[in-house]
C-alpha cells in the first residue's frame, strides 16, 4: 500500500472518532445529564466537612431528646389536677364575712333550728319542722331539707348571695315540693349576724304573709 493510502486511512479514522465523540456529547445535552461529579471523583472531604457533619449529627441528637422531654413534660401538665382548697365547713360564718361579701365562706351545711312551723290553709293542719337544714357550694348554689313531726319530707334548691351591706339572702325558686304531695309556699329568707357565733334569719311568706325568726348556725358534720 502506498503511504498516500495510508495517510488517507489514517485521516478517516480519526474523523470517524470526533464524528463519534460530537454525537455522543449532543445525545448527553439533549438527555441533560448532569456530568459535574466527574469533576469530584478524586475528591475527599476536608476536616472541616467532617468537623460540620459531627456537629449536624449532635444538633440532631439534641433536637430528638428536647422534643422527647417535651412530649413528657405536656403529658405531666395535661393529667396534673390543680384543686382550691375549699373552706373550712366547720368554722363560722363572721360578720366581717358577710360584710365583705365573701360567699364561699357559706360553704358547708347549716341548721335553721327546731321551731318552724306551717299551717296548711285547707285544712288548717299545723306541721312542726324539728329538722331544717341547708347545704351550700363555694358559689352559693344549696340545697335545703324540711322534715316534719308528722314524716313528710320537703327538699328543693335555694340561691344564697350577700347583699353587701352583712346581709345573707337566701332565695327560693319557688315553692318547696314535699314528698307528701304538698308544698310550703315560698320564702323569702334575710339573715344578719347576731351576737354569737351564728346569725338570726327572718322568713317571710309573701303568698300567706306567714313569718318566722330562726336561728342559722353550722352544723358539725356535712348532711
Not at 480519526?14 to 463519534?20: F, R, W
Not at 360578720?95 to 327546731?114: I, K
Not at 329568707?189 to 334569719?201: H, K, Q, R
Request: with cysteine; glycine share 8%.
Amino acid at each position: 500500500m502506498s503511504n498516500l493510502v495510508r495517510v488517507f486511512a489514517i485521516a478517516g479514522a480519526v474523523a470517524l472518532l470526533l464524528v463519534s465523540a460530537a454525537a455522543a456529547l449532543a445525545a448527553l445535552r439533549a438527555c441533560a445529564v448532569n456530568v459535574s461529579w466527574l469533576a469530584h471523583l478524586g475528591d475527599c472531604p476536608t476536616d472541616a466537612d467532617l468537623a460540620r457533619q459531627d456537629d449536624l449529627h449532635r444538633l440532631t441528637a439534641e433536637r430528638a431528646t428536647l422534643l422527647q422531654q417535651i412530649s413528657r413534660t405536656e403529658h405531666a401538665l395535661a393529667t396534673r389536677q390543680c384543686a382550691a382548697a375549699l373552706p373550712d365547713p366547720a368554722a363560722p360564718l363572721p360578720d366581717r364575712a358577710l360584710r365583705a361579701e365573701d360567699l364561699p365562706s357559706l360553704y358547708g351545711c347549716w341548721s335553721l333550728g327546731s321551731g318552724y312551723q306551717t299551717r296548711d290553709v285547707d285544712t288548717g293542719k299545723v306541721v312542726s319542722y324539728p329538722d331544717w337544714h341547708m347545704c351550700f357550694d363555694t358559689r352559693g348554689a344549696g340545697r335545703q331539707v324540711m322534715r316534719g313531726d308528722d314524716g313528710s319530707v320537703c327538699k328543693g334548691p335555694l340561691k344564697a348571695r350577700l347583699d353587701g351591706d352583712g346581709r345573707l339572702i337566701l332565695g327560693e325558686a319557688g315553692n318547696l315540693a314535699c314528698d307528701d304531695g304538698g308544698y310550703i309556699h315560698r320564702r323569702d329568707i334575710a339573715c344578719v349576724a347576731n351576737a354569737g357565733s351564728g346569725l338570726t334569719c327572718e322568713t317571710l311568706q309573701p303568698e300567706t304573709e306567714g313569718r318566722a325568726i330562726m336561728p342559722f348556725t353550722r352544723l358539725e358534720t356535712t348532711q
